[in-house]
């Protein structure tokens, strides 16, 4: 895991070990609807190709399949292939099902958002300068613990949230609550913490219960540590190498999650039904803030359009989800390969399917 741990924008560089295999294998799992002409989807196709793409692609609008494949395979090693089915560790996007969990206890009566952390959390340090939504929003202050020179030592061993939230929580505050945004993972490693406090249920138990289950996200779940394993992903580094630890009780609510791309888009069509979150919740979450930030999601604009986004990075996966709630647009790219530029992919396949 590196230090940013869950927002990765560097360039990927695959060996010519991984160009064959996508040759070998491009093709050979097709999902795609003929919604839009055929010559758009064989140009999505060309692009992933090109860009030695391996992992899965889902593009919805109007509640409409546009596009959905998978490019190599689940793990090098076998036979199986990638396909909308397969689960991919989510990393950072795991934080707008953390953000959702919160939203849900808030419309239960259990918490409010504009609490200050002291009330659930009494001897933690700041606690009543800190509110749920700096949590949320980034803007809390709290340093971000994956990026202390001493995580790399701790990333493969088996934490509890009171002992994540030891190795930052006495540190200095890097700016007061509430007046700048800084992405920390920190954040969300309390906010899960507090999500166990209230509820009285472990975070996967209230992650499952709450929302996994209402939606049937059947292939989405707390992450295992082993990989490449019946449906879920190897994941792998640039250099081909695949990713052999991690101890996934350390991204916790910050990135623990797994999940695959048909899921994502039953997660996508719950905001539009209303499933999880009435329209006033849902209306706070997408509302942005210091750095474009919403709930678990930030709030940009892309062609004049508003959209809603999360990427996330963690060791041998890079992820983006991206909906655009104008045109029900949903474009989910899961890679299995580390440190892949998925944001920008997933913009140039916006404009591709734009463009017709």
């Known amino acids: 895991m590196i230090p940013c741990l869950f ?4 360039t990927l560089v695959i060996p010519t070990l991984l160009i064959a295999l996508l040759s070998a294998c491009g ?4 999902k795609a609807i003929e919604i839009k002409p055929a010559k758009m989807n064989q140009t999505v196709e060309q692009y992933a190709i090109e860009q030695n793409f391996s992992g899965a692609i889902l ?3 109007n509640e409409q399949v546009l596009f959905s494949k998978g490019f190599n395979k689940v793990n090098r090693y076998d036979t199986k292939l990638i396909d909308a089915d397969t689960v991919f560790r989510l990393a950072s996007i795991s934080k707008q099902f953390t953000a959702t969990g919160i939203m849900i206890l808030q419309e239960q009566g259990l918490l409010s958002i504009q609490d200050t952390l002291n009330v659930y959390l009494p001897d933690f340090p700041n606690g009543d300068k800190i509110r749920i939504k700096h949590l949320l929003q980034h803007s809390a202050g709290l340093p971000n613990f994956t990026a202390l020179s001493t995580f790399k030592d701790i990333k493969n061993t088996p934490h509890t949230p009171e002992q994540l939230i030891a190795l930052f929580k006495d540190r200095a505050l890097e700016f007061d609550p509430g007046t700048q945004y800084k992405y920390s993972n920190s954040g969300y490693i309390v906010l899960g913490h507090l999500i166990e406090k209230v509820s009285g249920m472990t975070y996967q138990d209230f992650i499952n219960t709450e929302i996994f289950h209402p939606l049937e996200m059947a292939q989405s779940g707390y992450g295992k540590d082993e990989l490449g394993q019946n449906n879920i992903a190897q ?6 190498a695949n990713i052999t630890k991690l101890s996934m009780t350390v991204p916790f609510a910050a990135g623990a999650l797994v999940s ?3 899921d994502l888009h039953k997660w996508d069509q719950s905001f539009y039904n209303n499933t999880l979150l009435n329209e ?3 209306k706070s979450m997408f509302t942005p803030d210091l750095g474009n930030a919403g709930l678990g999601w930030f709030i940009t604009q892309s062609n004049g359009e508003l959209r809603y986004v999360h990427s996330g990075g963690i060791d041998g996966f890079s992820t983006y989800i991206a909906r655009y709630p104008k045109s029900k647009k949903l474009i989910v790219v899961l890679s299995n390969v580390q440190n892949f530029p998925a944001a920008k992919f997933s913009n140039q396949l916006n404009k591709i399917i734009t463009n017709g």
Do not use: F, H, K
Request: proline share 4%; aromatic share 4%; hydrophobic share 25%.
């Open 260 to 262: 695959s791309a048909n």
């Open 235 to 240: 994941g792998y580094l640039p250099s081909g």
């Open 27 to 30: 093709g050979s799992n097709e």
């Open 7 to 10: 927002r990765i924008r560097t």
């Open 59 to 61: 593009i919805v609008e």
């Open 280 to 282: 006033a919740s849902q």
